[in-house]
């Protein structure tokens, strides 16, 4: 081999780890110029938060679901002559079907909604709504457990009702100061709509 083609091997060879290191700079530079992952951590942390507090708090929620009798007598629904005279009329003829007329018909509805056990003593937190004017109400723990159970005391205006059953070994949720909330502070409300395994919906206080 030349002693030119050994300079140009050398000087080749010279270049390339030069331009190596001048690359490893500018990513090391780049790698220490990068955002840190705080607002990652604080995020995860906030997510693990969450994912504890569901734990803790899952035990103590119920799925509560009631039956009560509801009376229809289809043919007072527009009263007899509603549709009399009208282009309605033969349409409507024996509307509801071949049913008596002003016979009453007994229908079993069926409906649910969640609660919250308050007390070791088998007391539990839901909404009026859930158990108005239900003739049973039954409450399945989140172990499985079933119980009927009787209503204390209920209240319309501020849609809140206190239902007991009778059970031992209960988890209990402990209640805080809704008096201490701020708006935007995050909560969580943990339930089992329309029947379905407990749910858990991440929001913030929107008012007071």
Known sequence: MSKKMIKRLIFGLSLALLLSGLFFCIDKDKANS??????LTTAKSLGL???????????SVVNITTEKTITIKPWE?????????????EFFKGFGGPREK?????????SGGSGVIVDKEGYILTNNHVIEGADKVK?????????????????SRTDLAVLHIKAKDLPVAILGDSDKLEV???AIAIGSPFGLEHTVTVGVISAK
Do not use: C, M
Request: aromatic share 14%.
């Open 34 to 39: 990068l955002p840190k992952n705080d607002k």
């Open 49 to 59: 938060a969450f994912v504890e507090v569901a734990k803790k708090v899952q035990p």
């Open 77 to 89: 629904r527009f009263g007899d002559d509603f549709f009399k005279g009208s282009p309605f009329e």
């Open 102 to 110: 002003g016979k009453e018909y007994r229908h079993r509805q069926r």
């Open 139 to 155: 409450v399945r723990l989140n172990d499985g457990r079933e119980f009927i159970a009787t209503v204390k005391g209920q209240d």
């Open 184 to 186: 935007g502070e995050w």
